[in-house]
RNA sequence: GCGCCCGUAGCUCAGCUGGAUAGAGUACUUGGCUACGAACCAAGGGGUCGGGCGUUCGAAUCGCUCCGGGCGCACCA
């Protein structure tokens, strides 16, 4: 017999055939488009599934949903899966699942190993995210480290959901901001602070352009990527400094990447979209498309036809482009590259590009569909010190720097906080809390489950391969069935992060796994006397430690043995 | 003024495509280590889900509106 862990869709299939019996009319393959929706409910009362379909039938069928429900249960096909099923409150059906059913999920997850929780929703499709993408004009800050940490671990969901994940940083190494940061390098090598009346208004003031401008006075030499740039030392050589400059702070965010367990498939720089002609293709693109005309000396772009609520200047009158421009050749080029799916993470102080880039795509008449790419925004990172608001601007030098957060807080928790939440909603990161009370931090109790069950383990000092011939049959309390149950969850888990692209989820459904964990050590010993039990518990246990290990995988989160 | 996001326990936040009595953590009160790690567990109090109207058998969830907060509205990125 087939063994089957994935009860939702089973139960929904089961479901689609009463249905089918009891009305003909309004199943799928009728004209009726009736879903069928099996939930968990919240309360064990309720069973371990519940089907509302009565509720919805009854006005269509105009009978009573109890009725309906009794008609249904009469139609359903048998199952070894179902224990037994009930009418209740209004009409819904709750499915009491069988213990025996539930039990396979032990060998389920000890058999797939890190595998467990990998699903064929993607089914191997290309899907290309967007993620990070700071402007080469300093170092990492908060927000970013949001954008890395939701980025990474939303590919890393989506790869567990049977996608095939490429992880992009753009660069955006040209333009107006670049020549600010290459003045403000510039003015540094000559002597000339932040403070001087000379300083220019769009200049950056961080500490750290001074470096920068230490570092190309003293010729010292940059390795980023693939190049090796050294400085001249030359203070009137604006070309080479911003050369120097690019090159040292790239160095610099990829070293505050690699320490925050981020890696990227692909880097890709705006100054080669114009060097390649990348850009000049797509201008004439635009203008062949007749969706362009001149105002004022510059060429504009008739955005508004494609849902802008103003039209978008493409080359300024001095005969320089927008970033806009290069942005929309980027996405063409990604497009090209046979990303049918491409999702954007950014922060949500960028969002009004949205509607600019997708009209620019639709503008094309490239064949690119309407409302692509997607788009994740996160909302802005607010930081707490001493118990105030640090005010982050770049060109004010106030920071608060990822690599701040890591070397303070650590990678593990900086990771965790930034991915746990909802991206919609605003994050406080009170730095203090997380310095000084770190154990209160969520992370620390998910790894403490991970690291209690290692010991466990160790102290049972058995071979793994013995947990496969366990009889799970003997897990039967109530601590064990509810870590069963949770353990059956977790491939729907991946499945609803994937689909609401929200990350924060898997956290969330680590907490519980843990907390379900704890519960059964506090209530139970597993290296009893009893042979048969003792290998049937520590099977469960490391069964959870495995989807914990997996889980935490997901996040950039280490499972340590020991903490 | 226009657009996007948010408003849930004192605080930080969940709540899946609308479902049954709205949940965690933290803080507070109490209890549990001569048992595999107490970075843990158990119990308790704490709520007009910002307000109102509407759709629905059923709304924290959907729609409208008002209030409050954040972020955008450049020939910057």
């Not at 309360?43 to 249904?72: E, V």
């Not at 961080?206 to 940059?222: M, Q, W």
Request: hydrophobic residues 40%; aromatic residues 8%.
């Amino acid at each position: 017999m087939s063994v089957v862990l994935n009860f939702k869709s089973h139960l929904s299939e089961l479901f689609a055939q009463a249905l089918r019996e009891v009305a003909p009319e309004l199943s799928k393959n009728g004209s009726g488009q009736t879903e069928i929706l099996i939930e968990r409910p919240k309360l064990a009362t309720h069973g371990d599934y519940a089907c509302s379909l009565a509720m919805q039938l009854a006005k269509p069928l105009r009978k009573a949903p109890r009725d309906i429900a009794q008609a249904l249960i009469a139609a359903l096909p048998e199952s070894d899966v179902i224990e037994r099923l009930e009418i209740a409150g209004a009409g819904f059906i709750n499915v009491f699942v069988t213990i025996a059913a539930k039990q396979h999920v032990v060998h389920g997850v000890l058999q797939a190993g890190a595998g467990y929780g990998h699903i064929h929703l993607g089914a191997g499709r290309k899907v290309g995210v967007e993620f990070v993408s700071a402007n080469p004009t300093g170092p990492l800050h908060v927000g970013h480290g949001r954008g890395a940490a939701v980025g990474d671990c939303l590919c890393s969901v989506l790869h567990a959901a049977g996608w095939n994940v490429t992880r992009e940083f753009y660069y955006n190494d040209a333009g107006v901001q670049i020549d600010n940061l290459t003045r403000s390098v510039q003015l540094r090598c000559m002597g000339i602070a932040p403070d001087h009346p000379d300083w220019p208004e769009a200049g950056y003031r961080g500490d750290y352009i001074a470096d920068v401008a230490n570092a190309y006075l003293a010729r010292e030499t940059v390795d980023a990527d693939d190049q090796h740039v050294q400085g001249s030392g030359d203070v009137n050589d604006a070309e080479a400094i911003r050369h120097f400059a690019v090159a040292y702070l790239r160095r610099e965010q990829d070293l505050d990447l690699r320490a925050f367990g981020v890696n990227f498939d692909v880097y890709s720089l705006e100054s080669a979209l114009y060097t390649d002609g990348k850009v000049k293709e797509t201008v004439d693109r635009l203008i062949a498309s007749g969706h362009t005309y001149e105002q004022d000396d510059a060429l504009w772009l008739r955005t508004t036809a494609f849902g802008d609520d103003k039209d978008r200047v493409m080359r300024k009158s001095d005969g320089t482009y927008t970033y806009f421009v290069p942005d929309v050749a980027y996405h063409l080029d990604k497009w090209r590259r046979g990303f049918t799916r491409v999702i954007n993470e950014q922060g949500a102080d960028h969002h009004s590009t949205i509607t600019r880039v997708r009209a620019g795509l639709q503008a094309l008449d490239a064949g690119i569909p309407q409302g692509w790419p997607d788009y994740v925004l996160h909302q802005m990172v607010t930081v707490l010190k001493n118990g105030e608001e640090v005010k982050i601007s770049k060109r004010a030098g106030s920071y608060v720097t990822l690599r701040d957060l890591i070397d303070e807080v650590g990678c593990d928790a900086t990771r965790y906080f930034l991915a746990a939440r909802h991206p919609d909603s605003q994050l406080v990161f009170d730095i203090d809390l997380a310095k000084s009370k770190s154990n209160d931090n969520p992370v620390y109790y998910i790894q403490y489950a991970h690291a209690r069950i290692s010991a466990v383990l160790a102290q049972w000092g058995g071979e793994r391969h013995a947990l496969l011939q366990a009889d799970v049959g003997l897990l039967d309390s109530e601590y064990e069935t509810a870590l069963l149950q949770r353990l059956i969850d977790y491939p729907q888990v991946i499945e609803n992060a994937a689909l609401e692209l929200a990350p924060h989820l898997v956290a969330f459904y680590l907490k519980e796994l843990a907390a379900d964990f704890h519960s059964y050590y506090n209530a139970s010993r597993f290296l009893v006397d009893d042979a048969a039990v003792k290998l049937a518990r520590l099977a469960l246990i490391a069964a959870a430690a495995q989807v914990i290990h997996n889980g935490l995988a997901l996040l950039g989160v280490g499972a340590p043995e020991r903490m």
